[in-house]
């Protein structure tokens, strides 16, 4: 190829690239014409059915464990795509077979605000936009399943020999974590300790299959060294699945290997660069793939800033610790943007985790891939040859576990305007890349430091943030205060379920723990250990009475809330200088008495006319007016309603209510 024809291929690439994500980006995401979802008009419609499907998976259990869900495709006939299973007791089905499930179809519920992930956008992500509830099933055929049975034999073999926590990571070392079912202890210590990507299947883990492989091989022919690295690579995809991640690390590592057999010099990073291109031409939708943004970023990272980073810290540090920190400490600030982005979270020891990982990670792989042999084709001598590789895995897990129990290994900043992201990315390039002017670098700490400065000046406003989720016949409704940076809440239930749900708004809004929490559920909280992990004070009910009393009042600087009468909940939140009235049921209503109104008022339920006029003729000024449900024909004009699952949000200057996860604000 001529010098002048390459950049001419290269730009029409780039054009057919953009030309297909912009058409995918103008199709209308949702179910097709035939899909069940069509059949119910709202996440509210239920109607019975009876559908035949294939498995796409074996049944997970849910993350309260009452229930499981598995992902099918329904079989030929006038319905088509794709729905997800609900059982109750897990069922004993596999991927692969084939059943006929009777029950009540749905359309899943969204989230109620964007930092919460709902059922409606899980399932959007994988294709699916309907649920059914199943009352019964036939099991219908169990064809051959091998490459599922394959997986399932090795992650049960090294789990029984090794226990639940060890086997399960030497699992994951050869399978991934999206096949592998991890106890949830280990992979949250593993994310909060910023090596989560040592158990998902990615280019390492390939990487050093293809060496162990290209080892054993380098004394046969090309012809034979290259249809066993073909061999180990196929399987290495079998065994992890078509993973958008896994795919691109198949398809650099085929290319790469290609390139040096033929004895060409391949450039790294247009290898990575046509490979994400063939894999987004496929499938545009993966370039909103959380997995898929974090390899290709952390791989760019390693091609372009690792070796620069290396010869600078060379300069300042021994040449072996230089060597070992530039590739953790690459791919930490090439992915810190996207780690802003979709999770507010940073893991602040995820670098010296790495580095005190790394001589621990290539052996103990090596060792994971040697037992999964062992495990299938000899499975008597797995007890003889597991204890060294069971000893290296210990010694990984209790690395996570002390990384994790530091003070703010997770350090929760969060979530990140989009345009402060991208400008940070930029800043990031410029101090990164070598080829960077040194001028340069110093208009790139300053769009650093005005990251920094914009978005604590966020976080430090005032604001009011109501989550009401409904769900079915019940619902709950969060009030979270912020003043100065610090935080608080005001919730009507007490639930597992609804603390989990406060921890991740906590988490995305960047509130690293709670001043204080009062519950006004009667009933008393099902696991109060986590309310007291998010909150320094909480007050919630034991025996059905009122957690707080008139004259009583819970406070901090700046928040504070206090009751209006005992025989029901009607309260007064405080916070900066606003003053809110917050009155969740029809008895706060009456109790309140027609006093003082403040600055804003919230209802729990849809305001009457006579409410509206009561709540008027109390009002001294303008008044910020909020109810929680769904709007109906005659609801009263200026009220804003959260929706039957929705938020709303009070900022400093004005009153919106937040669309979904996959939306953004939306006006009265």
């Known amino acids: 190829m001529g010098p002048k024809l390459r950049p001419l291929l290269l730009l029409l690439a780039l054009i057919v690239l953009i030309g297909r994500l912009a058409i995918s980006g103008l199709q209308p995401s949702g179910p097709g014409p035939a899909d069940p979802a069509r059949l119910v008009s709202s996440p509210g419609d239920r109607q019975e059915l009876t559908l035949q499907a294939t498995l796409l998976q074996d049944p997970q259990p849910t993350q309260g464990g009452d229930r499981c869900r598995a992902l099918v495709q329904l079989q030929p006939g006038p319905l088509r795509g794709r729905v997800e299973l609900s059982f ?16 009540l179809l749905s359309r899943p519920q969204p989230a109620p605000h964007p930092l919460l992930a709902g059922p409606a956008e899980r399932l959007a992500r994988q294709g699916a936009w309907s649920q059914l509830r199943v009352e019964r099933f036939v099991l219908l055929a169990r064809p051959p399943t091998p490459v599922a049975d394959l997986r399932r034999l090795i992650a049960e073999r090294l789990q029984r020999q090794a226990g639940d926590e060890r086997g399960g990571v030497l699992a994951a070392l050869v399978l991934g974590s999206a096949v592998v079912p991890l106890p949830a202890a280990v992979r949250e210590s593993f994310r909060a300790a910023g090596l989560s990507h040592a158990l998902a299947a990615s280019g390492f883990h390939l990487s050093v299959l293809l060496g162990a492989v290209l080892l054993v091989g380098r004394r046969l022919g090309r012809p034979l060294r290259l249809a066993l690295a073909a061999a180990a690579m196929l399987l290495f995809l079998l065994l992890a699945g078509p993973q958008p991640s896994v795919l691109r690390a198949v398809g650099m590592g085929a290319l790469a290997l290609l390139l040096l057999e033929s004895g060409r ?15 987004l031409l496929w499938r545009p939708d993966w370039l909103l793939d959380v997995g898929f943004q974090l390899s290709a970023a952390a791989t760019a990272g390693l091609i372009l800033t690792a070796r620069p980073l290396e010869q600078a810290l060379a300069r300042r540090s021994p040449r072996w610790l230089a060597a070992a920190a530039a590739v953790p400490l690459a791919a930490f600030v090439w992915t810190l943007p996207l780690q802003l982005l979709h999770f507010g979270v940073v893991p602040l020891y995820a670098v010296p985790a790495n580095l005190l990982a790394a001589p621990l990670l290539t052996p103990l792989t090596l060792g994971a891939m040697a037992l999964a042999v062992v495990a299938l084709v000899l499975p008597v001598a797995l007890p003889l040859l597991l204890p060294p590789v069971a000893l ?5 897990i209790r690395l996570t576990q002390v990384v994790a129990s530091l003070p703010m290994a997770q350090w929760q900043l969060g979530r990140v305007e989009p345009l402060l992201v991208l400008l940070l ?13 040194a001028r340069w670098r110093w208009g790139a700490l300053a769009a650093v ?20 989720q409904g769900r079915g016949d019940q619902s709950s409704d969060l009030l979270l205060a912020r003043h100065q940076g610090r935080a608080a809440l005001v919730s009507t239930a007490a639930d597992g379920w609804s603390c989990s749900q406060v921890g991740r708004l906590a988490q995305g809004l960047g509130v690293q723990r709670l001043d204080w929490a009062l519950l006004l559920d009667p009933i008393a909280p099902e696991d109060p250990a986590c309310w007291q992990r998010l909150a320094g004070v909480v007050l919630a009910s034991a025996d059905g009475s009122a957690p707080l009393l008139p004259g009583q ?7 504070s809330v206090e009751p ?70 005659r609801s009263p ?13 009070w900022d400093g200057r004005r009153s919106y209510r937040l669309a979904s996860a996959t939306g953004g604000p939306v006006d009265p």
């Open 88 to 103: 109750g007791p897990c069922p004993r089905l596999q991927q692969g077979w084939s059943v006929a499930a009777t029950g």
């Open 637 to 649: 004009p200026h009220w804003l309603a959260s929706g039957s699952s929705g938020s709303l949000q």
């Open 564 to 633: 209006l009468a005992v025989e029901a909940r009607a309260a007064a939140l405080r916070f900066g200088s606003q003053r809110w009235l917050l009155l969740p049921d029809r008895q706060s209503l009456w109790a309140w008495q027609d006093g003082p109104l403040g600055q804003g008022v919230w209802l729990g339920f849809r305001p009457t006319g006579a409410v509206v006029r009561r709540l008027a003729t109390a009002a001294s000024g303008s008044l910020q007016q909020w109810f929680s449900g769904a709007p109906g024909r």
């Open 553 to 559: 009042r819970l406070a901090s600087p700046g928040l």
């Open 449 to 468: 430091l005005l990251v920094v400065g914009v978005h604590l000046g966020l976080l430090r406003g005032d604001q009011l943030l109501l989550v009401h």
């Open 265 to 279: 010099r391949g450039r790294p990073l247009l290898i990575l660069l046509g490979t994400c291109a063939v894999l």
């Open 392 to 396: 290296l895995t210990t010694l990984l």
């Open 425 to 437: 990315a930029l800043a990031a390039l410029g101090l990164a890349l070598p080829q960077v002017a």
